[in-house]
């Protein structure tokens, strides 16, 4: 039997870094460190960030413990050290584990439905791939529908485009409102693309939901959205949901959707990059397969992406020391979402108070980001606007944040209007001067009559 098909939990020491003696049996539980850890600790564990920058972007490439950083190097060492022994004796056991924890984590039934994958986008490859399929095979009619949300990730929609488009699915779009005020906008426009999608005796094949929109950045009531695509007949449901671990509560069954990812070096304190893949027990999931074949092809979708080729799957493995990271918080992965939301939107209200302007949605409807509203006077007419400004807070005022141009509605004076809002985040390194400096990188440039209009073209 070869070793690395072997399904015990994984052997040795917990903190990952490969010593002692090899023994199987139950995982032992990790003690609670006590006291919680401290600001001065918090410090230490992200002094690797660059001290002269505001960093309130953690939403886009997240951001990883010294402590863990440290646990990863110990097992790309371990690798490095005997390959063989390391991939046929150690890699299985240690991917199963950390599948384990986030079985748990997220409240799935059953450890194969956990799958590690790099990121939310291969996760997206992985289940549209099988929708293809699912038309070019004839299981689905040419013209059949894909509903997917208009602020879904843009490379995601172009996965759609790549697979389902190409494959003969007809996609529908579902035009979200922003700023948004309450869930019923979001319901009642969903509601009208599943008409759409069933039109001309269509049949709605997928729906490709965010549980928590990049940009705009706003919650989507995914159990909601589910429900009713559970009543309207629609095939399966699939919840992209890259920002959520680690941000919000993640219970996949209370959920009901058929697929579901997130990131987990977004919101989780894991190196880049890792994801998982749930999906429900059913016979479409037995059909998933890992867009890079291996090896272990046909075994099954958490055995394929545990054996994609000699890579680096250090990202997989440190689930362990995360947790006992997030262990030295009070309250733990619970306690880090309620301050992380706290003190975004306290930040975000400031923000706005301070720039008369406005937020992007109802707090109850935001996570651990929030969108704020620029005044309109600075002049963010385009997309392109949004970049070149997003650069010059970067170059000029050190601060780093996402730009978001949203255009005047009708009837608004383009002039005075917000056109654009900043996506500010909170993780637990960051300090309230990060938000006063951004607050005062703003005001200066409008105390100094500054204008997109000025900035290069180029």
């Known amino acids: 039997m070869d070793p690395h098909r072997d399904g015990h939990a994984e052997n040795g020491r917990h903190d990952g870094d490969g010593g002692g003696d090899d023994t199987n049996g139950p995982l032992p539980k990790r003690p609670r460190p006590s006291p919680p850890i401290?600001?001065?600790?918090?410090?230490?564990?992200?002094?690797?960030?660059?001290?002269?920058?505001?960093?309130?972007?953690?939403?886009?490439?997240?951001?990883?413990?010294?402590?863990?950083l440290a646990a990863q190097l110990r097992w790309q060492?371990?690798?490095?050290?005997?390959?063989?022994?390391?991939?046929?004796?150690?890699?299985?056991?240690?991917?199963?584990?950390?599948?384990?924890?986030?079985?748990?984590?997220?409240?799935?039934?059953?450890?194969?439905?956990?799958s590690l994958v790099d990121n939310a986008t291969t996760a997206a490859a992985i289940v549209l791939q099988h929708v293809s399929w699912s038309f070019t095979e004839g299981h689905f009619n040419k013209g059949d529908a894909v509903v997917m949300l208009h602020y879904a990730y843009g490379a995601v929609k172009k996965s759609i485009q790549a697979y389902v488009t190409r494959a003969g699915g007809?996609?529908?779009?579902?035009?979200?409102?922003?700023?948004?005020?309450?869930?019923?906008?979001?319901?009642?426009?969903?509601r009208k693309a599943l008409e759409l999608g069933k039109s001309n005796d269509r049949k709605v094949r997928l729906a490709v939901i965010d549980h928590i929109t990049s940009m705009p950045s706003v919650v989507i009531p995914v159990k909601e959205l589910t429900k009713i695509c559970r009543e309207e007949g629609v095939d399966q449901v699939f919840v992209d949901a890259a920002h959520a671990i680690g941000s919000i509560e993640v219970d996949?069954?209370?959920?009901?959707?058929?697929?579901?990812?997130?990131?987990l070096h977004k919101w989780f304190f894991c190196p880049p990059s890792v994801a998982f893949l749930y999906s429900k027990k059913s016979r479409a999931s037995s059909n998933l397969h890992h867009p890079v074949v291996s090896h272990e092809y046909g075994n099954g979708l958490p055995i394929e992406s545990g054996w994609v080729g000699n890579r680096d799957y250090s990202a997989q493995l440190v689930v362990p020391s995360v947790m006992d990271f997030i262990d030295r918080f009070e309250g733990g992965i619970e306690g880090i979402r309620k301050q992380n939301h706290d003190k975004?939107?306290?930040?975000?209200?400031?923000?706005?108070?301070?720039?008369l302007t406005c937020l992007g949605s109802p707090p109850d409807m935001c996570s651990s980001m929030i969108m704020v509203g620029l005044p309109g006077c600075l002049g963010i007419s385009s997309e392109k606007d949004?970049?070149?400004?997003?650069?010059?807070?970067?170059?000029?005022?050190?601060?780093?944040?996402?730009?978001?141009?949203?255009?005047p509605k009708d009837g608004e004076n383009g002039s005075s209007s917000v056109t654009g809002y900043v996506r500010i985040s909170h993780q637990v390194y960051n300090v309230e001067d990060d938000y006063i400096r951004l607050r005062d990188a703003i005001n200066k440039l409008v105390q100094d009559g500054f204008n997109c209009t000025k900035l290069p073209s180029s």
């Open 38 to 68: 401290s600001t001065a600790e918090i410090r230490d564990e992200f002094s690797h960030h660059d001290p002269a920058v505001a960093r309130v972007n953690n939403g886009s490439f997240g951001s990883c413990p010294a402590s863990v």
């Open 77 to 114: 060492r371990l690798f490095l050290r005997q390959p063989d022994d390391f991939y046929f004796n150690r890699l299985q056991h240690s991917i199963l584990r950390s599948r384990a924890l986030i079985k748990d984590l997220i409240n799935a039934d059953d450890i194969d439905e956990v």
């Open 170 to 190: 007809h996609v529908i779009e579902v035009p979200l409102p922003f700023p948004v005020t309450s869930n019923e906008e979001i319901v009642q426009e969903f």
């Open 252 to 263: 996949v069954k209370d959920i009901g959707a058929d697929f579901y990812t997130s990131n």
């Open 344 to 355: 975004v939107v306290e930040m975000g209200k400031m923000l706005a108070e301070s720039w």
């Open 386 to 407: 949004a970049l070149k400004f997003r650069s010059l807070l970067r170059d000029r005022f050190h601060v780093e944040v996402p730009v978001y141009h949203c255009s």
